[in-house]
């Protein structure tokens, strides 16, 4: 099974591309590809820009990769109460070739950040927007205070009780269609 894991953000040290990441090394029997946003960097879309650009070969090579993936792990990051620029960016881009970008495929959505929060305005923000562009998400799971609750070193969330609750959403994760 193809799991696509990614982070609503283009940051380096992106603490959402380590959640996504070991929440989808969690699914039994799967093949994690890692995507970095910033192998989809584009001009900041605009209709003139789209213009210049037409549709550019970065936004068809993420909607192919979106494509390939049987679950997305999606983690978004949180700026200014909503969604980051970087993910939003492709996003749009990639809406401009293929309205459904996400393709009904069954997500797993999260978040976290630094606050107490774990990003869950972004998360709304997420749920409000990918339902109709083929957001086909099937559970949802925000982590707090990242610095408290996850091990970095260790690549894993440190606090068991978070932990069990995230491994109970991917063991009984429904890969069924919204209906
Ligand atoms: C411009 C900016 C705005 C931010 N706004 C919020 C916010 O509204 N809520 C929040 O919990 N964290 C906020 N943060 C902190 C981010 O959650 C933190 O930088 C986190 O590491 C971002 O996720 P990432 O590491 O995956 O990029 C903000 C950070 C930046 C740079």
Redesign the pocket.
Same mark, same amino acid.
């Given at each position: 099974m193809k799991i696509i894991a990614l982070?609503g953000?283009s940051?380096n040290?992106?603490?959402?591309?380590r959640l996504a990441t070991y929440a989808a090394g969690l699914f039994e029997s799967g093949e994690v590809e890692v995507l970095d946003l910033n192998d989809y960097e584009l001009p900041l879309f605009s209709v003139d820009k789209e213009k210049e650009l037409g549709q550019p070969e970065t936004a068809h090579a993420f909607l192919e990769k979106i494509g390939s993936a049987e679950v997305i792990v999606l983690s978004v990051?949180?700026?200014?109460?909503g969604l980051t620029v970087a993910f939003k960016n492709i996003y749009d881009w990639a809406s401009r070739q293929h309205k459904k970008v996400w393709q009904d495929i069954p997500m797993l959505l999260l978040s976290t950040?630094? +606050?107490k929060?774990g +990003?869950k305005?972004a998360m709304e923000a997420a749920k409000i927007s990918l339902k109709w562009y083929g957001g086909n998400i099937r559970a949802t799971f925000s982590l707090p205070s990242f610095n408290e609750n996850f091990d970095t070193e260790a690549g894993k969330i440190s606090n068991k009780d978070l932990d069990d609750a995230l491994k109970a959403i991917v063991q009984n994760f429904d890969y069924g269609k919204e209906t």
């Open positions: 982070a953000s940051s040290t992106s603490i959402n591309k990051a949180e700026h200014n109460a950040s630094p +606050g929060h +990003g305005n």
